[in-house]
């Protein structure tokens, strides 16, 4: 955010307050204090603001805030929105394309997301006494509390008072801004909460998700809390996601994965099935890219933890889709009527309800939901708009070639049998946590990369640069950028992680220990470890070694030392140990008293 104020002074010394539609349109900042994967430099360092019309801008306080896109000097992209707007374009483009080739003619196709947000609410005056959580979001050591969310009792459960005034808070000041966070509730782990808003336009929700965020966590200190966004706050327990779920709609409304609408505005029954078979074809062939939008330090704690999809790229259509997509190939489909079932609750004083046929798949990281697929995997941390560009760049891709096929002479039927036939390996219905999927998955030859570097890397792959150049989303300088910009963060992140931990043990644990007469040998030696693996990846300057050596640091040689260090801390006396504990962090219910401060 960039704020300035729009007046000037006059030749008699008094304020004259203007705005002029030049300011309104267009702002000039220094492009280079950003990470940009050295697309600027000090010495070449112009960057550009341009007002995005397609984002609303609203007033807090007394700023206006205008969304806007951020372009450097020679014209590459410094942001995540620009080449977000550039798929969009792409999107649009390749769906008019191809629904003219199916002779439904509309004015224009975009895209449509609705965000869920998770988070934790702890008590603030506990996260003061964290030195980890105030500098990384995140636990780096800690004993479990006697109890975590193995009871699953917290999910739906009342909201503890202090957050839900704290809650009701972020609501009404978001409301204020158009922004309409609709749902709240608990989530598995304690002190774990999610909202969720109406689904609206990708730019829109994404600058409103944004500016939610930040709202949660200046709210939060007011009621003496501290919100965390991190995907993996504490060990144990469930951590947050931002479920992006995502869908296609005209601008006059029609939501193209609806396949009754569909059927009604076009009086078509094959345009559903083709749009997609498009889809599934093209989760196959870009299963790497999607892996890669939702790459980052903390969904490598989550991703196949049985709390979130695995790291394997499959989509769950339910059995009736899969099998109306499957007599659609083969010829012997018509019309997609949805299922629907009645359920009775045995009480003769509730009346029987309908539900829909499918069951809901909460293991696969890119499900159909009736109307919408919904990518799971997406870290709550995260700004989504990669994820929404590759979304709309791998769809507009595959749009392109089946409206190209189309025109050419093909029959539509004929385009989606040849794609799915090719692409059916990807849908998969089955629970995405059974061990047995990953053997399964990798005879049939789908994408699964574990490593979060590994995933950021291969963003730059030869495939992926030209598809972002061929959709004219991305250069193949502004995909490096990004990459090197991905790996230095994720580098970057575990180096502070692992500061916390050097200063904090030193700092704090071992003079305890010392005090309480409790063993600190072990300590010592697994803090050398630690220290060791710091040094290596402060030496190393390639991107990809550094951030591969700090993985490596993180999820091997931390989690050894952390096992040793957390053993002290079951020794040590309770009014002698430093830290604020899990006890003290996750269960606002029982530790807080009347003004809400730590018991």
Same mark, same amino acid.
């Given at each position: 955010?960039?704020?300035?104020?729009?007046f000037?002074?006059?030749?008699?010394?008094?304020p004259?307050?203007?705005?002029?539609?030049?300011e309104?349109?267009?702002?000039e900042?220094?492009?280079?204090?950003?990470p940009?994967g050295?697309?600027?430099a000090?010495?070449t360092?112009?960057?550009?603001?341009?007002l995005d019309?397609?984002?609303p801008?609203f007033m807090?306080g007394?700023?206006?805030?205008?969304?806007?896109v951020?372009?450097?000097?020679?014209?590459?992209?410094?942001?995540?929105?620009?080449p977000?707007?550039?798929?969009?374009?792409a999107?649009?483009?390749?769906?008019l394309?191809?629904?003219?080739a199916?002779?439904?003619?509309?004015e224009?196709?975009?895209?449509?997301i609705?965000?869920e947000?998770?988070?934790?609410l702890?008590?603030r005056?506990?996260?003061?006494r964290?030195?980890?959580?105030?500098?990384?979001g995140r636990?780096?050591?800690?004993?479990?509390?006697?109890?975590?969310?193995e009871?699953?009792?917290?999910?739906?459960?009342?909201?503890?008072?202090?957050?839900?005034?704290?809650?009701?808070a972020i609501?009404e000041?978001?409301?204020?801004?158009?922004?309409?966070?609709?749902t709240?509730?608990?989530?598995v782990?304690?002190n774990?909460?999610?909202?969720a808003?109406?689904?609206?336009?990708?730019t829109t929700?994404?600058?409103?998700?944004?500016m939610?965020m930040?709202?949660?966590?200046?709210?939060?200190?007011?009621?003496?809390?501290?919100?965390?966004?991190?995907?993996?706050?504490?060990?144990?327990?469930?951590g947050?996601?931002?479920?992006?779920?995502?869908?296609?709609?005209?601008?006059?409304g029609?939501?193209?994965l609806?396949?009754?609408?569909?059927?009604?505005?076009s009086?078509?029954?094959?345009?559903?099935?083709?749009?997609?078979?498009?889809?599934?074809s093209?989760?196959?062939k870009?299963?790497?890219?999607?892996?890669?939008?939702?790459?980052?330090p903390?969904?490598?704690?989550?991703?196949?933890?049985?709390?979130a999809?695995?790291a394997?790229?499959?989509?769950y259509l339910?059995d009736?889709?899969?099998?109306?997509?499957?007599?659609?190939?083969?010829?012997?489909?018509t019309?997609?009527?949805?299922?629907?079932?009645?359920?009775?609750?045995?009480?003769?004083?509730?009346?029987?309800f309908?539900?829909?046929?499918?069951?809901?798949n909460?293991?696969?990281?890119?499900?159909?939901?009736?109307?919408?697929?919904?990518?799971?995997?997406?870290?709550?941390s995260?700004n989504p708009?990669?994820?929404?560009?590759?979304?709309?760049?791998?769809?507009?891709?595959?749009?392109?070639?089946?409206?190209?096929k189309?025109?050419?002479?093909a029959?539509?039927?004929?385009v989606a049998?040849?794609?799915?036939?090719?692409?059916?390996?990807?849908?998969?219905?089955?629970n995405?946590?059974?061990?047995?999927?990953?053997v399964?998955?990798?005879?049939r030859?789908?994408?699964?990369?574990?490593?979060g570097?590994e995933?950021?890397?291969?963003?730059?792959s +030869?495939?992926?640069?030209a598809?972002f150049d061929?959709?004219?989303?991305?250069?193949? /300088?502004?995909v =490096?950028a990004?990459? @090197? &910009?991905?790996?230095?963060?994720y580098?970057?992140?575990?180096e502070?992680e692992a500061?916390?931990?050097?200063?904090?043990v030193?700092?704090?644990?071992?003079?305890?220990?010392?005090?309480a007469?409790?063993?600190?040998?072990?300590?010592?030696?697994a803090?050398?470890?630690?220290e060791?693996g710091?040094?290596?990846?402060?030496?190393?300057?390639?991107?990809l070694?550094?951030a591969t050596?700090?993985?490596?640091?993180?999820l091997?040689?931390?989690?050894?030392?952390?096992?040793?260090?957390?053993?002290?801390?079951a +020794?040590?006396p309770?009014?002698?140990?430093?830290?604020?504990?899990y006890?003290?962090? /996750?269960?606002? =219910?029982?530790?807080q @008293? &009347?003004s809400?401060n730590t018991?």
């Amino acid at each position: 955010q960039v704020q300035n104020y729009m007046f000037t002074f006059g030749k008699d010394g008094k304020p004259n307050y203007k705005f002029t539609a030049e300011e309104l349109l267009k702002g000039e900042t220094d492009g280079s204090s950003y990470p940009n994967g050295g697309i600027r430099a000090t010495h070449t360092a112009g960057g550009y603001t341009i007002l995005d019309p397609s984002s609303p801008i609203f007033m807090r306080g007394d700023t206006i805030h205008i969304p806007t896109v951020f372009i450097s000097w020679t014209g590459h992209a410094l942001d995540e929105k620009t080449p977000l707007l550039r798929a969009e374009q792409a999107l649009n483009k390749a769906a008019l394309r191809l629904l003219n080739a199916l002779h439904y003619h509309v004015e224009g196709v975009l895209s449509n997301i609705g965000l869920e947000q998770e988070f934790f609410l702890v008590p603030r005056d506990a996260y003061a006494r964290r030195l980890d959580l105030q500098m990384t979001g995140r636990t780096i050591l800690g004993k479990n509390a006697p109890r975590g969310q193995e009871m699953c009792d917290h999910y739906f459960a009342p909201l503890n008072q202090h957050a839900l005034e704290c809650i009701k808070a972020i609501q009404e000041e978001a409301f204020m801004l158009g922004i309409p966070l609709r749902t709240r509730h608990r989530e598995v782990a304690p002190n774990q909460y999610e909202m969720a808003p109406y689904f609206g336009t990708a730019t829109t929700q994404i600058d409103q998700n944004i500016m939610a965020m930040q709202i949660c966590e200046e709210v939060a200190a007011r009621y003496g809390l501290a919100c965390l966004f991190a995907e993996k706050p504490f060990a144990d327990i469930n951590g947050s996601g931002k479920h992006n779920n995502w869908s296609l709609g005209t601008s006059c409304g029609v939501n193209l994965l609806n396949a009754k609408q569909v059927e009604k505005a076009s009086g078509s029954t094959e345009i559903f099935p083709v749009l997609m078979s498009a889809i599934v074809s093209a989760v196959d062939k870009h299963g790497d890219l999607m892996r890669s939008s939702i790459a980052s330090p903390g969904n490598d704690f989550r991703l196949g933890a049985c709390e979130a999809p695995p790291a394997i790229i499959s989509t769950y259509l339910g059995d009736a889709l899969t099998t109306f997509l499957d007599g659609f190939r083969n010829g012997t489909a018509t019309a997609y009527s949805p299922p629907k079932k009645m359920l009775s609750s045995g009480c003769d004083i509730v009346v029987d309800f309908e539900v829909p046929a499918e069951d809901r798949n909460r293991t696969s990281p890119f499900p159909y939901g009736g109307h919408r697929f919904e990518f799971r995997a997406v870290g709550s941390s995260q700004n989504p708009s990669f994820v929404n560009t590759v979304l709309c760049t791998i769809t507009a891709e595959a749009f392109e070639e089946f409206a190209a096929k189309i025109e050419g002479g093909a029959k539509p039927q004929e385009v989606a049998k040849e794609a799915l036939d090719k692409a059916w390996k990807v849908i998969y219905n089955g629970n995405g946590y059974d061990p047995a999927w990953l053997v399964e998955a990798e005879k049939r030859g789908l994408c699964r990369i574990d490593s979060g570097v590994e995933s950021i890397n291969i963003m730059s792959s +030869e495939k992926n640069v030209a598809l972002f150049d061929k959709m004219k989303v991305m250069s193949k /300088l502004e995909v =490096d950028a990004r990459r @090197d &910009a991905g790996l230095q963060h994720y580098a970057g992140s575990i180096e502070m992680e692992a500061l916390c931990m050097v200063d904090m043990v030193k700092q704090q644990i071992l003079p305890a220990l010392k005090e309480a007469g409790v063993a600190t040998d072990g300590v010592t030696k697994a803090l050398a470890t630690v220290e060791k693996g710091l040094a290596g990846v402060h030496a190393e300057s390639d991107d990809l070694k550094k951030a591969t050596l700090a993985r490596t640091l993180r999820l091997e040689t931390m989690i050894e030392a952390r096992a040793v260090i957390d053993a002290t801390e079951a +020794e040590c006396p309770a009014h002698i140990w430093p830290l604020a504990t899990y006890k003290e962090l /996750l269960f606002l =219910d029982s530790n807080q @008293d &009347a003004s809400g401060n730590t018991v």
